[in-house]
Structure formats: C-alpha cells, structure tokens
C-alpha cells in the first residue's frame, strides 16, 4: 500500500498547531483556526481533522475543544522536531501535589534517540535523587509504558503526589519500594495506589 503523503493545505494545518503549542503552550481553538485558515464552517475544519487522523498524522482527545496532538508521522510531514510537554514540576524529595497542567511544550533535540508520542518532561524539585546526577532544577524525559524492571528511575504517583525514584524489585519482603538516591532519604514502600508513569529516557 503507497503511503498518503500530507497536501499543502493539511501541512498547513499542522504548521499552525505546531505553533501554537511552541508560542502558546497549547493547540489552537477552532476558533482561531478557522481565522488561520479563512474557513466560515466548523464542519469544513471537523473533515480536515478527520483526514488527518485517518492519515494517523494528528490524534484528538474527545471532549477537549484543544485536544489535538501531532503525532509522529505529522511531525514528518512538516519536517519539524517532535515536541514534548512539560508537565509541571516533580519532587525528587518528599512527595509533591500531582501537577497535569502542561506547562510548555519544547522540541527534543536531534541526539535524543526515542520519538515517540508516549514521552514527558518533568522538573525536579529536591535533591533526594543526586546520587544518580539528577538535581534540583533538572529536566527529565520520561517515556509512558507499563513495562518496568528493577533498577530502572521512574516518574511515580500515589495519592500524595509525583515523585522521582529508582524502582526496586526484589523476592523478598518489601518487594517492591521506590529507592531514593541519597542517604538523608527513606524508601518508600509500594501500595496498591501506587502507580509508574513512566521510564526515565535522559536528563536534559
């Protein structure tokens, strides 16, 4: 099967909902787009987005009036870096409040080898990583996936809050913890509210 290519008018589009989210830190209303585009019609803008996800170029979240997310083959399309959100600062310390506000969306750059729809960047707040180089103030990028191995920093959440640590395994009690890297810090044993959100890439 020939793979569709994108026309100058779905370029187009793409080019403005990379913008927006690199300038505003979001995608662009319907709204805006229509102005963008000097289309009158909701319906008009509705097939685009459906040509597009069909070409698997953009993904939408329903209910979200800004819910579009280029995706790796739309990034192509366009000839632009991938981009992936900031999504707030995450304690590296005691837990911090969870934060799914994105903050910003920034381009990763050509040395960082996963391209993928699937990662984040977090800011650490504290030090009880440093044992492993990861600092206060540092980006991370993580990847979202359900597979984990012992040894691995991960993104972690609970009730609580977001939490940067290295993950542990093990066959005896307490079998699975999240270890700080600094000796002024405990571990922090797992509970059945306790989830892995994702697997550290690189610092940046």
Known sequence: MQKETATKRQKQVLKIIYNSLINAGFPP???????????SSNQSLLDIFSILERKNLIRREEGS???IKILRAGYGAINAPPLAPIVGATSAGSFTEAIEEIDAWVPLSKDTEVISEDVIITKVIGDSMAGAGIND???????????????????????????????MSQSNPP?????????????IDFTVETELIGKMIKKL
């Not at 709204?31 to 289309?39: G, M, P, Y």
């Not at 079998?175 to 571990?187: A, D, H, Q, S, W």
Request: glycine share 6%; hydrophobic share 35%.
């Open 29 to 39: 209303s319907f709204s805006e787009l229509k102005e963008k585009l000097k289309i």
């Open 65 to 67: 009036a800004r819910g």
């Open 137 to 167: 103030g540092d980006l991370i990028l993580f990847k979202k996936t359900d597979d984990f191995v012992s040894g691995d920093i991960v993104l972690a959440q609970t009730p609580d809050g977001t939490t940067v640590k290295r993950f």
């Open 175 to 187: 079998y699975k913890f999240l270890k700080p890297e600094n000796p002024k810090y405990k571990p």
